[in-house]
T-cell receptor, first 114, second 116 residues
């Protein structure tokens, strides 16, 4: 089955700096890669996703890049703000065949210091 | 739309008790999922369903059972609760394949369960 590794497990940045979180996956058939943000005590919420037919996607201060050859994808947050502090999870799934499941990384605790 | 709703929000069980965690979605999503999230850990899939009457095991199914009699509801049953089942349980749903945003999972607010 799919295996998703996420690094780092914790990340502390100063407000205004950029933050990068990296994930690798094992199943070359995976073609959908979402990122979820989870604030303390809340549910995970989708913040951005990318499919395998594109290499990069951007939404305001958030961007995701995908390297299918190397089987890794990254979340980039620019101009970080204290409200970006949360746990971020990457995930991977395959849209083909009978695989309907997301496999999640273990999460990155991002702390943005004012 | 209310989205994905879960009840109860919190529950304390004694060892050996049983309970059902409720999950309902009003988005006409075919796919539904149950995850558990232990402190400081990621999400582990317990069971999932691709439609009414169809369920399958995920990564950590032992000690749990599910049923899917309707598109909207996907209850999770804990039989003989154990301390190892202390966790936060999230239900999620996603739209059927072929529609925009396929594979995107929408999560419920979670149920915090403690087994003492």
């Amino acid at each position: 089955g799919e295996n998703v590794e996420q690094h780092p497990s914790t990340l502390s940045v100063q407000e205004g700096d950029s933050a990068v979180i990296k994930c690798t996956y094992s199943d070359s058939a995976s073609n959908y890669f979402p990122w979820y943000k989870q604030e303390l005590g809340k549910r995970p919420q989708l913040i951005i996703d990318i499919r395998s037919n594109v290499g990069e996607k951007k939404d305001q201060r958030i961007a995701v890049t995908l390297n299918k050859t190397a089987k890794h994808f990254s979340l980039h947050i620019t101009e970080t703000q204290p409200e970006d502090s949360a746990v971020y999870f990457c995930a991977a799934s395959s849209s083909g065949g009978s695989n309907y499941k997301l496999t999640f990384g273990k999460g990155t605790l991002l702390t943005v210091n004012p | 739309n209310a989205g994905v709703t879960q009840t109860p929000k919190f529950r304390i069980l004694k060892i050996g008790q049983s309970m059902t965690l409720q999950c309902t979605q009003d988005m006409n999503h075919n796919y539904m999922y149950w995850y558990r999230q232990d402190p400081g850990m990621g999400l582990k899939l317990i069971y999932y369903s691709v439609g009414a009457g169809i369920t399958d095991k995920g990564e950590v199914p032992n000690g749990y059972n599910v049923s899917r009699s309707t598109t909207e509801d996907f209850p999770l049953r804990l039989e003989l609760a154990a301390p190892s089942q202390t966790s936060v349980y999230f239900c999620a749903s996603s739209p059927p394949r072929g529609r925009i945003s396929t594979d995107t999972q929408y999560f419920g607010p979670g149920t915090r369960l403690t087994v003492l």
